[in-house]
T-cell receptor
């Protein structure tokens, strides 16, 4: 089983749509969770950290379910500029980060 | 403030040759990580330095890969001899604290072994 699993997509949605990404992780001892965004041929950049209580940043909402070892990212009112690959990241056993394969999102006019 | 810088940005080498990748982390970041993404696959962890010490090198694929971080500043990743399957994008990242704070990535080195 992979340490971090994501639906690879692709997700093709119209502007203004709401889209949700899911991620599961295998290490129950993980403490830190993140969503990174990666544009084509660019480096990953932090989108948001994911806290136990859930957190929101503008149009983006992240949720964590420790019991199910599940993380989600919700994007509301999608913009063309949201098109990217979204990476679920979980801190590993050595307190470093392990990545999911990423979910590709394309927002169309 | 300068971000994480990697050199070179691209490298094309022949099978059997040696390549050395360099990473300069953000000043003050003790934690330095190397990752690799091969075509169509997820970004995979290679190793983690805390200052000059290897905290975790469980992701290093084999003994053809050697990473160093002398003096706890910049790091190098040497591949010797390179094989075709080593092709991919090698990312370096640094963070102030391990695991709990944001890691900043360099733009990567795209390695092609022909």
């Amino acid at each position: 089983r992979k340490e971090v699993e994501q639906d690879p997509g692709p997700f093709n949605v119209p502007e203004g749509a709401t889209v949700a990404f899911n991620c599961t992780y295998s290490n129950s001892a993980s403490q830190s969770f993140f969503w990174y965004r990666q544009d084509c041929r660019k480096e990953p950049k932090l989108l948001m950290s994911v806290y136990s209580s859930g957190n929101e940043d503008g149009r983006f909402t992240a949720q964590l379910n420790r019991a199910s070892q599940y993380i989600s990212l919700l994007i509301r009112d999608s913009k063309l500029s949201d098109s990217a690959t979204y990476l679920c990241v979980v801190n590993g056993r050595g307190n470093d980060m392990r990545f999911g394969a990423g979910t590709r999102l394309t927002v169309k006019p | 403030e300068a971000g994480v810088t990697q050199f070179p940005s691209h490298s094309v080498i022949e099978k059997g040759q040696t390549v050395t990748l360099r990473c300069d982390p953000i000043s003050g970041h003790d934690n330095l990580y190397w990752y690799r993404r091969v075509m169509g696959k997820e970004i995979k962890f290679l190793l983690h330095f805390v200052k000059e010490s290897k905290q975790d090198e469980s992701g290093m694929p084999n003994n053809r890969f050697l990473a160093e971080r002398t003096g706890g500043t910049y790091s190098t990743l040497k591949v010797q001899p390179a094989e075709l399957e080593d092709s991919g994008v090698y990312f370096c990242a640094s963070s102030y604290q391990a695991g709990t704070t944001e890691a900043f990535f360099g733009q990567g080195t795209r390695l092609t072994v022909v």
